[in-house]
């Protein structure tokens, strides 16, 4: 079952903040966060593994609820090169690395 | 170090054709994956390995099949291609032994574009 992001699109000004969020019908044992540009392949941000974690890169942080199998991405102060499409990949083990991914969440900032 | 790279970056195939994509990565990465992305879509897992001379199904592995005959390399085979298989194909190589940490990390090629006639 894939998992559901939110929203679908978002459009900023540099300097605002968003949040995207990953929910998951399933257990989970990580979230994993990527972006990508057009055209490009996706580039990893963060892995957030069961025990609900956060973690900081940059001006963006993750946290991860296990009980509500729910991931939220959180990007404070967006600038320019945020802009591109988020996914996030869930995973019910440890050890297969077989991913799901969610459909994506289109972030645009406009100076 | 070339990282993870993928051969073509670009193919047209008709309906019925056969074709092998190549995935090559000299990080010395135990796993490898192949995903399509569509439109609307993320990714999606075709087939993956953990090891030399293992694969496994993904989510998506009808029509496809995989060799892993070196650690290097991954290959995926379309033996009778159809238009449903018109898609951007990204391999993707990861270190971990067996248990996932945090620091893990699915490493990305530059992608193949597909189009099945």
């Known amino acids: 079952q894939q998992p559901v992001q939110s929203p679908q699109a978002v459009i900023l000004r540099e300097g605002e903040d968003a949040v995207i969020n990953c929910s998951s019908s399933k257990a989970l044992y990580s979230v994993h966060w990527y972006r990508q540009k057009h055209g490009e392949a996706p580039v990893f941000l963060m892995i957030?593994?069961?025990?609900?974690e956060q973690k900081g890169h940059d001006k963006i942080s993750a946290s991860f609820n296990e009980k509500k199998q729910q991931s939220s991405l959180y990007l404070t102060a967006s600038q320019l090169s945020y802009s591109g499409t988020y996914f996030c990949?869930?995973?019910?083990?440890?050890?297969?690395?077989?991913?799901?991914f969610g459909q994506g969440t289109t972030l645009q900032v406009k100076p | 170090n070339a990282g993870v790279t993928q051969t073509p970056k670009f193919r047209v195939l008709k309906t019925g054709q056969s074709m092998t994509l190549l995935c090559a990565q000299d990080?010395?990465?135990?796993?490898m994956y192949w995903y399509r992305q569509d439109p609307g879509m993320g990714l999606r897992l075709i087939h993956y390995s953990v090891g030399e001379g293992t694969t496994a199904k993904g989510e998506v592995p009808d029509g496809y099949n995989v060799s892993r005959l070196k650690k290097q390399n991954f290959l995926l085979g379309l033996e009778s291609a159809a238009p449903s298989q018109t898609s951007v194909y990204f391999c993707?190589?990861?270190?971990?032994?067996?248990?996932?940490?945090?620091?893990?990390?699915?490493?990305f090629g530059p992608g193949t574009r597909l189009t099945v006639l």
């Open positions: 990080m010395n990465h135990e796993y």
């Open positions: 990949g869930t995973d019910p083990t440890s050890n297969t690395g077989k991913l799901i």
């Open positions: 993707a190589s990861e270190e971990r032994k067996f248990q996932l940490t945090s620091t893990d990390t699915q490493y």
């Open positions: 957030l593994l069961k025990g609900g």
